[in-house]
């Protein structure tokens, strides 16, 4: 009896270090794994290499613990070269005790060639209410022709065009229509400028463009839009004064054109400065997303295209004097 008594409690001592050492070692390799990061950030693509007729999904995310304050970039005003046709975002969805938070955009390009996406500055407040920024990498992305030759071949370049044909054909009619044509146009042209020169001979001093523009600003201001909510319109408003002044200021049809036509006659602009063409550009892609995309900006991108269209204005307006005989511009 002492026997079996005896070999019962060597058996227990072993069960109970046996658990014991199995207990140790979980405790052992939970304290070897590396502590997990207050916050990451990631940037990617679902391609590096696409057609012309091919999307790009654009993702940045941003997994973060709850006590850490996550401010995203503005993407769209950042990428050259590539037009946004979607955007949307996704969370903050709590994973393992974090919050992961997207953003997207399906991006397009209309010319064969290599494009980058540039690094995406995320910016953050820690627990401690320190401010701080994470980067993210560029990422080159190659975009191909889809152009097929007549062997079914890829074409690398655009297709050249076929020599023209001779076609014999009497062009006396078309000579003849083209000497009326010209006699019109001549007479047509000769009357409308003696119209506009009685015209303007009797016109009033005319409002420089920046000052109509500012006058137009301020009764926006006074409507409230932004307060009553109706940011859609208040965009539509403050797009059209932008463009109208680019209109009456240099002579470019601003008005007809949409952002894609208007932005390279910005451009060409010699009287703009590298900085002001930027702020233009800037106001003009990110105004168009709250416009047709229902993108709904914070109060600081509302106050940053404010100061972007003033600027805009003060940093090319001009001062107009008109005299009986002449007109004279002098830049302030």
């Given at each position: 009896?002492?026997?079996?008594?005896?070999s019962i409690?060597?058996?227990?001592?072993?069960?109970?270090?046996?658990?014991?050492?199995?207990?140790?070692?979980?405790i052992?390799?939970?304290?070897?794994?590396?502590?997990?990061?207050?916050?990451?950030?990631?940037?990617?693509?679902?391609?590096?290499?696409?057609?012309v007729?091919?999307?790009?999904?654009?993702?940045l995310?941003?997994?973060?613990?709850?006590?850490?304050?996550?401010?995203?970039?503005?993407?769209?005003?950042?990428?050259?070269?590539?037009?946004i046709v979607?955007?949307?975002?996704?969370?903050?969805?709590?994973?393992?005790?974090?919050?992961?938070?997207?953003?997207?955009?399906?991006?397009?390009?209309?010319?064969?060639?290599?494009?980058?996406?540039?690094?995406?500055?995320?910016?953050?407040?820690?627990?401690?209410?320190?401010?701080?920024?994470?980067?993210?990498?560029?990422?080159?992305?190659?975009?191909?022709?889809?152009?097929?030759?007549?062997?079914?071949?890829?074409?690398?370049?655009?297709?050249?065009?076929?020599?023209?044909?001779?076609?014999?054909?009497?062009?006396?009619?078309?000579?003849?229509?083209?000497?009326?044509a010209?006699?019109?146009?001549?007479?047509?042209?000769?009357?409308?400028f003696?119209?506009?020169?009685?015209?303007?001979?009797?016109?009033?001093?005319?409002?420089?463009?920046?000052?109509?523009?500012l006058?137009?600003?301020?009764?926006?201001?006074?409507?409230?839009?932004?307060?009553?909510?109706?940011?859609?319109?208040?965009?539509?408003?403050?797009?059209?004064?932008?463009?109208?002044?680019?209109?009456?200021?240099?002579?470019?049809?601003?008005?007809?054109?949409?952002?894609q036509?208007?932005?390279?006659?910005?451009?060409?602009?010699?009287?703009?400065?590298?900085?002001?063409?930027?702020?233009a550009?800037?106001f003009?892609?990110?105004?168009?997303?709250?416009?047709?995309?229902?993108?709904?900006?914070?109060?600081?991108?509302?106050?940053h295209?404010?100061?972007?269209?003033?600027?805009?204005?003060n940093?090319?307006k001009?001062?107009?004097?008109?005299?009986?005989?002449?007109?004279?511009?002098?830049?302030?």
């Amino acid at each position: 009896m002492k026997r079996v008594s005896l070999s019962i409690f060597l058996i227990y001592m072993l069960f109970i270090s046996c658990c014991s050492s199995v207990k140790e070692n979980e405790i052992s390799k939970e304290q070897e794994k590396p502590p997990v990061p207050s916050i990451g950030v990631k940037a990617q693509t679902d391609r590096t290499t696409a057609t012309v007729a091919d999307p790009i999904t654009y993702t940045l995310s941003v997994l973060y613990v709850p006590e850490i304050k996550v401010r995203m970039p503005e993407v769209g005003s950042q990428i050259a070269g590539l037009r946004i046709v979607d955007f949307g975002e996704e969370g903050p969805a709590e994973i393992d005790n974090r919050l992961e938070y997207k953003k997207w955009y399906k991006l397009r390009a209309d010319i064969a060639g290599a494009y980058i996406i540039p690094s995406m500055v995320v910016s953050y407040t820690d627990k401690h209410g320190t401010k701080k920024e994470l980067k993210t990498p560029q990422i080159f992305i190659e975009v191909k022709t889809t152009l097929i030759d007549e062997k079914g071949e890829t074409l690398k370049d655009i297709i050249d065009i076929k020599p023209l044909q001779e076609v014999k054909r009497d062009l006396t009619p078309y000579i003849l229509f083209g000497i009326i044509a010209l006699v019109l146009i001549v007479g047509v042209v000769g009357v409308l400028f003696y119209i506009d020169r009685k015209q303007k001979r009797a016109q009033k001093v005319k409002k420089p463009a920046h000052i109509i523009a500012l006058e137009e600003l301020e009764k926006l201001r006074k409507e409230k839009l932004i307060e009553k909510g109706v940011l859609r319109e208040h965009y539509f408003r403050l797009s059209d004064i932008f463009r109208r002044y680019i209109e009456n200021r240099f002579g470019v049809p601003a008005v007809e054109q949409t952002t894609q036509e208007l932005l390279p006659e910005i451009g060409k602009l010699r009287e703009l400065t590298t900085s002001v063409k930027s702020k233009a550009r800037e106001f003009l892609i990110h105004s168009d997303l709250i416009k047709f995309a229902k993108y709904a900006p914070v109060q600081e991108e509302m106050d940053h295209n404010h100061e972007n269209v003033m600027t805009v204005i003060n940093e090319t307006k001009q001062e107009e004097i008109i005299s009986e005989n002449y007109k004279i511009a002098k830049k302030t």
